[in-house]
T-cell receptor, first 115, second 114 residues
């Protein structure tokens, strides 16, 4: 079974609008971390936001927020007030410290911001 | 602070040649990861180390690939002999231990095998 599932290969959003990128995960470990990364066309991988499995509140970092629904095992990324520079690939990832500590990545979502 | 350093940034080689990719993790990080990214297969974990010891190399495609971490500040990924299907971007990343610790990626090495 896939550890991380991103079902949206591509998304479009109008500039200044909000967009939600979906991510579901699969784990039986009560302790885990969820991460989102951005990969612009230049190729580098940029860490955006983290959510811990025991965190009571949704994580926020500037225009990024993580809609964490533990019972549904979803960790959707919300980008508010989209900018042209947000056009990139976005990857969801999970880390399980009790089972090796590696990172599991989804297949990514390509976001295009339309002016 | 310096981030993860990878060299070379670009490599063009001919089929059958040996290729060595290098990585210097962030000082103090005890985990090091090697990934390969292609359009067809996406981002794949090849191998990762903890305190210089390989923990899981199940992602290494075949015996042509090998990775070493002789000390905490240096790792290599070697392909011998290289094949055109090895063409990809190879990322090195490092992190600290802990579920809340993100990994920091190097800029990647773009490998083209002709």
């Amino acid at each position: 079974a896939q550890k991380i599932t991103q079902t949206q290969p591509g998304m479009f959003v109008q500039e200044k609008e909000a967009v939600t990128l979906d991510c579901t995960y699969d784990t039986s470990d009560p302790s885990y971390g969820l991460f989102w990364y951005k990969q612009p066309s230049s190729g580098e991988m940029i860490f955006l936001i983290y959510q811990g499995s025991y965190d009571q509140q949704n994580a926020t970092e500037g225009r990024y927020s993580l809609n964490f629904q533990k019972a549904r095992k979803s960790a959707n990324l919300v980008i508010s007030a989209s900018q042209l520079g947000d056009s990139a690939m976005y990857f969801c990832a999970m880390r399980e410290p009790n089972t090796g500590n590696q990172f599991y990545f989804g297949t990514g979502t390509s976001l295009t911001v339309i002016p | 602070d310096a981030g993860v350093i990878q060299s070379p940034r670009h490599e063009v080689t001919e089929m059958g040649q040996e290729v060595t990719l290098r990585c210097k993790p962030i000082s103090g990080h005890d985990y090091l990861f090697w990934y390969r990214q292609t359009m067809m297969r996406g981002l794949e974990l090849l191998i990762y180390f903890n305190n210089n010891v390989p923990i899981d190399d199940s992602g290494m495609p075949e015996d042509r690939f090998s990775a070493k971490m002789p000390n905490a500040s240096f790792s290599t990924l070697k392909i011998q002999p290289s094949e055109p299907r090895d063409s990809a971007v190879y990322f090195c990343a490092s992190s600290l231990f802990g579920q809340q610790e993100t990994q920091y990626f190097g800029p990647g090495t773009r490998l083209l095998v002709l």
